[in-house]
């Protein structure tokens, strides 16, 4: 079956600090990969996306994320988080063939602390 | 707000009873998705609609759970006979048709069975 690994669940930075969450998927062919962000008491929303290109993605608010093809993993960066950046960070992954069908991970809950 | 909204966002329920929720997607999209979220997971997909054709279920979807798309705009859900494990979030998301889409989420109706 197709998963998604996010082995930290509970991330708490300073303000400042530099972020790397990790993300890990199992193979099945083609996939196109996700970061949603769900601040609090909001919808999930589109942090940044790969389909194809360039490995290396920049999406909103500052956050970038690389494609390693070889280790399977789309890892979630930020230089230096704010306290704004509080929130659960959703990695997820569509197979080609699957009709944009998203399977996601667990969650990092990413708490930033003043 | 033109994105996606979900109707109602809170639902307590008796156990045996019927619900249903009602998702509305974005109006051009043609494709809309359910998903169920319970504590500490991230969404796992349910179903999934191409217009009104209803083109995959999960196994997680039991008989007890239908979803119609009847005009191709608009959707519900409905569960019959509410257990105590059915208490999630459900979130519909909708995007366009084609391999290079994103999905966009709704907030979600969160199910509490007592």
């Known amino acids: 079956a197709q998963s998604v690994s996010q082995h930290n669940h509970h991330v708490i930075l300073s303000e400042a600090a530099s972020l790397e969450l990790g993300c890990n998927y199992s193979y099945g062919g083609t996939v196109n990969l996700f970061w949603y962000v769900q601040y609090p008491g909001q919808h999930l929303q589109l942090l940044l996306k790969?389909?194809?290109?360039?490995?290396l993605v920049k999406g909103i608010k500052g956050f970038e994320a690389e494609f390693i093809k070889s280790k399977f993993s789309f890892n979630l960066r930020k230089p230096s988080v704010q306290w704004s950046d509080t929130a659960e960070y959703f990695c997820?992954?569509?197979?080609?063939?699957?009709?944009?069908?998203?399977?996601f991970g667990t969650g990092t809950r990413l708490q930033v602390t003043l | 707000d033109t994105g996606v909204s979900q109707d109602p966002r809170h639902k307590i329920t008796k156990r045996g009873q019927n619900v249903t929720f009602r998702c509305d997607p974005i109006?051009?999209?043609?494709?809309l998705y359910w998903y169920r979220q319970t504590l500490g997971q991230g969404p796992e997909f349910l179903t999934y609609f191409q217009n009104e054709a209803q083109l995959e279920k999960s196994r997680l979807l039991s008989d007890r759970f239908s979803a119609e798309r009847p005009k191709g705009s608009f959707s519900t859900l409905e569960i019959q006979r509410t257990e105590q494990g059915d208490s999630a979030m459900y979130l519909c998301a909708s995007s366009l048709e084609g391999p290079l889409t994103e999905a966009f989420f709704g907030q979600g109706t969160r199910l509490t069975v007592v």
């Open positions: 109006s051009e999209h043609n494709r």
């Open positions: 790969y389909f194809s290109g360039d490995p």
């Open positions: 997820a992954v569509s197979y080609t063939g699957t009709a944009s069908k998203l399977t």
